[in-house]
Structures are given as structure tokens and as C-alpha cells.
């Protein structure tokens, strides 16, 4: 994908496959093999702990991705460009089925604390208030991410277009 249309799910630069809450399963799964290897995988004879920092940052930061491609599936419009020949619409929401799937892998994910992430041997060696602080960044923004107001006027707008759209009143009831 090209990322041109910002509400496109489907068009997410290194996301991969059709299903953003299972790849990125997948990817947590991968960083949860990663963490624990970390102190061993960026250790340096005589060298102090800066690459166990770099390293611990670079698994939030692809802990962040993932929650940004599952986050953008909420109140999603996917764009099927068309010729004037073509039938059916170039822009309908993000199916139902999906947002409610991407608003419960974010609660199972993000908003039940990844304990995961706060791996004791890695923070008596780097700042320890770097975890606590990282989780409490992720969960607000992404908090905030959701509840966006372009976020909430989609929902609005495609909720009241069909009874069998995803709507605000149920995301704010899920989340």
C-alpha cells in the first residue's frame, strides 16, 4: 500500500497480511522471544549498558507500530478506487466485525497492562522508570488516538449511515 488514504487499514506501510490484530499478534509474540535475550544479545565487553537501552527502545517503538496498525482499523474507511464504469463504492467503512476485533486486541494488548514489557533483569541495568513511563505513554496516546475527534465524526457519521456500522456509542462501550 501507499498510505495515501490516512483511514485505510488496508494500506499500511510494514504491516503485513490482511488481518492487522493477527500480524501483530504475531509481532508481540516475536518481541516476547526477543526481551528476554536482549541483556545477552547487546552485551559488550567493557562497554556500558547503551545498546541494552537502544535495543529496549527499539521493542516499544515496534510494540508502538503494532498498536498504530490495529488502532487504525477503529473508525477505518477503506478507498477501492473505481473507474465511473466500475460498480460499488470507492469509500465504505471499515467492516464491523473488524473494529470490534481491533478494539478487543487493544483492551487484550495495550489497556491490560503489558506486563511483558517490564522485564526486571533489563531494568536493574537501564533507567526502570523507562517501562512504567513507556506503557503509561502508549496507553494514553492510544487512548487519545481512538477518542481523536476525526476518529469520533467518522463513527459518527458512518453509525448513522447504517445500523450495521460500527458506531462511537459502541466503541466507547467496548473499550
Known amino acids: 500500500g501507499t498510505e495515501s488514504n490516512p483511514y485505510d487499514p488496508r494500506t499500511q506501510s510494514e504491516c503485513l497480511g490482511d488481518n492487522n490484530m493477527l ?25 556500558d549498558y547503551d545498546m541494552l537501552t537502544e535495543g529496549y527502545n527499539e521493542i516499544v517503538t515496534q510494540y508502538r507500530r503494532y498498536i498504530g496498525h490495529v488502532t487504525k482499523n477503529v473508525g477505518g474507511i477503506y478507498e477501492t478506487p473505481k473507474s465511473m464504469d466500475e460498480q460499488g463504492a470507492v469509500y465504505e467503512p471499515t467492516p464491523r466485525n473488524i473494529q470490534k476485533d481491533a478494539v478487543s486486541w487493544l483492551n487484550r494488548q495495550v489497556f491490560e497492562t503489558p506486563s511483558w514489557i517490564l522485564d526486571k533483569n533489563i531494568f536493574s541495568k ?39 456500522n460500527y458506531n462511537l456509542d459502541e466503541l466507547m462501550t467496548d473499550v
Do not use: C, H
Open 23 to 47: 500480524a501483530s499478534d504475531y509481532g508481540i509474540k516475536n518481541l516476547k522471544r526477543i526481551l528476554p535475550n536482549l541483556t545477552e544479545w547487546t552485551k559488550e565487553e567493557a562497554q
Open 126 to 164: 537501564i533507567n526502570p522508570e523507562q517501562g512504567v513511563e513507556a506503557i503509561k505513554a502508549i496507553q494514553e496516546s492510544t487512548l487519545n488516538n481512538l477518542f481523536a475527534g476525526d476518529r469520533a465524526v467518522r463513527l459518527m457519521e458512518t453509525g448513522s449511515a447504517s445500523a450495521a
